[in-house]
């Protein structure tokens, strides 16, 4: 299966999956009718690694299942290559589910749960032990197919539920958090793994977590759910450098929110004559009091020293709050009076590079220009 990649604007086209106005609410008894979904719209191109990122509640797992076929929409359709999904039960879909518990058959071996959809299709035996053969290799567990599941490691298990998701060869792969059962260090090894078997196989992965990070390693491109609504769609880069709102800006990684008043298209007001200049004429100058946030990440922010900056405009003075030794970075929590707020640096650690200052000290941060963003109100 081929198709054609997001966008700047985080669209797709081709065939693939259409989610169109869908609307889930669950009947709550004695109290107000749950929306965990809400008109929300969706394309998801073909051979595309796509993540559906929020918080817990967020309606992500609700949609999922809606997909999968688990639940059914209370308004709206699912449509696959321009086919509607809404009639066909789950086992018709040429759909498979990984599960956060990976929900293996603890009496089977490794192969026969494998090859339990297979069987169910009526496939050949010949057939079903090929294929067994294939995705073991697939997911490099090759001579594993007799042991049975409890006899795995977790990362093991979790190879032999995307193996039996796979061996069905669907055309999309729904993962539910897969990762989360993981401790980090084989969480880390098992993103790179999910990735690769993505690109081997050709199937869009619609995959499903609160984790940032996941999102940012893995996809092709990131929806960023809250309250049953996507408050933003794009390429993770785009989605960390150009949060368009305050949520998205906070929920992905670490952020410095400012706020002011625009003075003109290109200086925002901090309060009193203290000013923040952008690179370029982004700001609203219809005359009105917009009262605006500002995004920059702790990564883009600096300490300089003396007259040894470049922006003399975005340099303002500051006292060293915190510490925080991260092993690779040190962050640096710096009070700012003049924006009223509280600004975190992230230094890099490198041999013989700069000493961090220490707590209490008097410090300049500067914020350059190009890394400011402003959100939407």
Known sequence: MTGERAGPTGTVSGTGLAIRRVTKVFDAAGSTDVRAVDDLSLEIGQNEFFTLLGPSGCGKTTLLRMIAGLEQPTAGEVLL??????????????I??????YALFPHMSVGENIAFGLKMRGLDSAIIARKVD???????????????????????????ALARALANEPKILLLDEPLSALDLKLRKQMRL?????????????????????????????????????????????????????????????????ILGHPKDAERL?????????????????????????????????????????????????????????????????????????????????????????????????????????????
């Open 96 to 101: 498979n589910t990984v599960f956060q518990s």
């Open 193 to 257: 793994e999910l990735k690769r078997l993505q690109k081997a196989t050709g199937i869009t992965f619609i995959f499903v977590t609160h984790d940032q990070e996941e999102a940012l390693i893995m996809s092709d491109r990131v929806a960023v759910l809250s309250e049953g609504r996507v408050l933003q769609l794009g390429p993770p880069e785009e989605i960390y450098r150009r949060p368009r709102s305050r949520f998205v800006a906070d929920f992905i990684g670490d952020t410095n929110i």
């Open 134 to 160: 294939e995705v073991l290799a697939l997911v490099r567990l090759e001579g594993l197919a007799e042991r049975r599941p409890a006899q795995l490691s977790g990362g093991q298990q979790q190879r032999v």
């Open 269 to 377: 007001v901090l309060g009193g004559a203290a000013e923040l200049r952008f690179a370029a004429a982004v700001l609203p100058t219809d005359g009105r009091d917009h009262a605006l946030s500002v995004a920059i990440r702790p990564e883009s922010c600096r300490l300089v020293n003396g007259a040894a900056y470049d922006d003399l405009a975005n340099v303002f003075d500051g006292r060293v709050r915190e510490i925080e030794y991260l092993g690779a970075d040190t962050c640096v929590l710096v009070d700012v009076e003049a924006l009223g707020a509280s600004i975190t640096v992230r230094l890099r650690n490198t041999e013989g590079g700069a000493v961090p200052p220490r707590e209490g000290e008097t410090v300049r941060v500067s914020l350059p220009a190009a890394a400011l963003w402003v959100l939407e109100p």
């Open 81 to 94: 290559d321009g086919e509607p999904l809404q009639d066909l039960p789950p086992y018709r879909r040429p």
